[in-house]
């Protein structure tokens, strides 16, 4: 059964900081690796998908990269704001449903 | 505007009583999804579609049912089966797997 683990749990660093968010899983089959953003009490927004075949994939400030041989995903985000403060939730998907991570939680001090 | 909309947004339910949980899509996604989302436990399978009048058990569905009659619509009933249905619902779709997955906005039932 795939297992999905983020590292760390949660985060607080000061405006402008560059930093990483780190996701693993034990099943290297995926087909796809996908990263959300959930602020409290709301649903999910998608901000990357990683195709198996892909190795990374940027908007704006956050990249993404895969390597599915070690099972790793890191998620970088450039010069943090305020705004970027939330839970970060890691997902892969297998042959038909997505498995979870339980998310980093993310604050950024002005 | 496209995209999933969960209602209600707050739902409160005694015990021994039976709720429904809609979800409706506009997105023509083919595949829909109920998760359910307790603190520190994460996001949690309780039932999937990939197509219309067919449906399969996630990691939690006992003490939830579900029916998928239309392509937009994916409700979910959590019965008085379930022993612990206080948690934060939410709804997913794809246009089919392995495709990017978008989410409503949740509803977070709360039993009284």
Request: hydrophobic letters at 30%; charged letters at 20%; one cysteine or more.
């Amino acid at each position: 059964k795939q297992e999905v683990t983020q590292i760390p749990a949660a985060l607080s660093v000061p405006e402008g900081e560059n930093l990483v968010l780190n996701c693993s899983f034990t099943d290297s089959a995926i087909y796809n690796l996908q990263w959300f953003r959930q602020d409290p009490g709301k649903g999910l927004t998608s901000l990357l998908l990683i195709q198996s075949s892909q190795r990374e994939q940027t908007s704006g400030r956050l990249n993404a990269s895969l390597d599915k041989s070690s099972g790793r995903s890191t998620l970088y985000i450039a010069a943090s704001q305020p705004g970027d403060s939330a839970t970060y939730l890691c997902a892969v998907e297998g042959r038909s449903t997505l498995t979870f991570g339980k998310g980093t939680m993310l604050l950024v001090s002005p | 505007d496209g995209g999933i909309t969960q209602s209600p947004k707050y739902l409160f339910r005694k015990e021994g009583q039976n709720v429904t949980l809609s979800c409706e899509q506009n997105l023509n996604h083919d595949a829909m999804y109920w998760y359910r989302q307790d603190p520190g436990q994460g996001l949690r399978l309780i039932y999937y579609s990939q197509i219309v009048n067919d449906f399969q058990k996630g990691d939690i569905a006992e003490g939830y049912s579900v029916s998928r009659e239309k392509k937009e619509s994916f409700p979910l009933t959590v019965t008085s089966a379930q022993k612990n249905p206080t948690a934060f619902y939410l709804c997913a779709s794809s246009m089919s797997g392995q495709i990017e997955a978008f989410f409503g906005q949740g509803t977070r039932l709360t039993v009284v």
